[in-house]
């Protein structure tokens, strides 16, 4: 393994490494239970029930880390499933997969609020197709956090 600073390459074996993710994937769902458990306090204060009844989800391009489920099962204490985006026909072989639920879950949210004209391009502005991609994925962006 390259080390940093000028010094020299050190060894590092698979279940070393392991430890060392593990511990971080371990804190790092940690912060995310911490999190859910101040909005379920939240949520109780105003009389709102909330529990993980159906469990945790997981998705993206980080769901497909090895020992990901396990390790997320054990922090929240509940199922978990790891996701592919839903609904898509064509391609399927190809965008059906974790790491593109971001991206699929932006166009299908696109596409069904079209009368939001989110990336039609229909503001007049002169430019390349990338800066009109560029231009709508800002409008999401913006509209996403407008309702959020």
Same mark, same amino acid.
């Given at each position: 393994?390259?080390?940093?600073?000028?010094?020299?390459?050190?060894?590092? =074996?698979?279940?070393?490494?392991?430890?060392? #993710?593990?511990?971080?994937?371990?804190?790092?769902?940690?912060?995310?239970?911490?999190?859910?458990?101040?909005?379920?306090?939240?949520?109780?204060?105003?009389?709102?029930?909330?529990?993980?009844?159906?469990?945790?989800?997981? =998705? %993206?391009?980080?769901?497909?880390?090895?020992?990901?489920?396990?390790?997320?099962?054990?922090?929240?204490?509940?199922?978990?499933?790891?996701?592919?985006?839903?609904?898509?026909? %064509?391609?399927?072989?190809?965008?059906?997969?974790?790491?593109?639920? #971001?991206?699929?879950?932006?166009?299908?949210?696109?596409?069904?609020?079209?009368?939001?004209?989110?990336?039609?391009?229909?503001?007049?502005?002169? %430019? #390349?197709?990338?800066?009109?991609?560029?231009?709508?994925?800002?409008?999401?962006?913006?509209?996403?956090?407008?309702?959020?």
């Amino acid at each position: 393994m390259a080390s940093i600073g000028g010094r020299a390459p050190r060894s590092l =074996t698979k279940s070393d490494l392991s430890l060392i #993710t593990s511990a971080r994937y371990t804190e790092l769902l940690g912060v995310v239970k911490d999190e859910l458990d101040k909005l379920k306090a939240e949520l109780e204060a105003k009389h709102i029930k909330f529990e993980l009844i159906a469990g945790v989800v997981i =998705t %993206g391009g980080g769901a497909q880390i090895e020992d990901l489920k396990e390790c997320a099962s054990n922090v929240f204490h509940c199922q978990v499933h790891i996701a592919s985006p839903l609904n898509i026909t %064509g391609l399927t072989d190809y965008v059906n997969r974790p790491q593109y639920s #971001t991206v699929v879950g932006l166009l299908q949210y696109n596409y069904s609020n079209s009368d939001d004209d989110l990336i039609s391009g229909s503001d007049d502005s002169e %430019g #390349t197709f990338f800066e009109s991609i560029w231009q709508g994925v800002k409008k999401i962006v913006n509209k996403v956090r407008s309702e959020f």
